[in-house]
Each structure stands twice: as structure tokens, then as C-alpha cells.
Nanobody, 128 residues
Framework: QVQLVESGGGSVQAGGSLRLSCAAS????????MAWFRQAPGKEREGVGA?????????VYADSVKGRFTISQDDAKNTLYLQMNSLKPEDTAMYYC????????????????????WGQGTQVTVSS
């Protein structure tokens, strides 16, 4: 089993930055892909980006965050980060970390069913 705990959420003004962290514990050596999702009230969970796709260290991003968000991991691959710059009010959502024992494809990273492990989420609120 793998446990995921997100942190770093908060409230910022538009144009600001936040860095989210996702600490993994348990059988982390089985993890292959890790991802960030977000869900705004009344909307479906949306894939933000993922690392470890296509059987390697590939990183993919949703079009809506490309150029503004950056995903990275620590060397031990036990902590996943999401650096969010130039935040917009539409980025307001609960952000979730997800992981799986299999490598997801670059086209499949955005589907929640691809991931077995989920954190509880951290709230990000961007005001205009």
C-alpha cells in the first residue's frame, strides 16, 4: 500500500505562485507514475499533469497549465511537487496527488481510473 499526503495549498491573488507537495510513504518502490489532479466545485476531476509516463520519466501537462505549472520529484521519488506560477482564478480547486504501480501513457495520464492511490487533497484558491 502507498499513502499520499498533499500540502502547500492556500489562498493567493491572481498572478501569484504556490508550490504543492505530495509526500509518499509505504511501498513507494512499487510506484511508477505519479500525477496531479484538481477538482473545482460542480466539475469533474481534471488531470493537471503526470510524471513517469510511457514507461520512463516522461512528464505531461494539461494544455490549460502548460508554461505555468511544473511537476518534479525528489531524487528518491518519494515526494512529488507542483510549482504553480501565474495563477488564475480558474485554477481554484482542490488539488489531489495520485500514483500507480504501472506506468500510464501520455494520453491516459488524465484519467482518474488509471491510478490506484490518492491523497486527501489540498485546497488552492486564487482571487482576482
Amino acid at each position: 500500500q502507498v499513502q499520499l499526503v498533499e500540502s502547500g495549498g492556500g489562498s493567493v491573488q491572481a498572478g501569484g505562485s504556490l508550490r504543492l507537495s505530495c509526500a509518499a510513504s509505504g511501498y513507494t518502490y512499487t510506484m511508477d507514475s505519479m500525477a496531479w489532479f484538481r477538482q473545482a466545485p460542480g466539475k469533474e476531476r481534471e488531470g493537471v499533469g503526470a510524471i513517469g509516463t510511457n514507461g520512463g520519466g516522461g512528464i505531461v501537462y494539461a494544455d490549460s497549465v502548460k508554461g505555468r505549472f511544473t511537476i518534479s520529484q525528489d531524487d528518491a521519488k518519494n515526494t512529488l511537487y507542483l510549482q504553480m506560477n501565474s495563477l488564475k482564478p480558474e485554477d481554484t480547486a482542490m488539488y489531489y496527488c495520485a500514483a500507480d504501480d504501472l506506468s500510464v501513457s501520455s494520453s491516459g495520464y488524465c484519467f482518474p481510473l488509471e491510478y490506484n492511490y490518492w491523497g486527501q487533497g489540498t485546497q488552492v484558491t486564487v482571487s482576482s
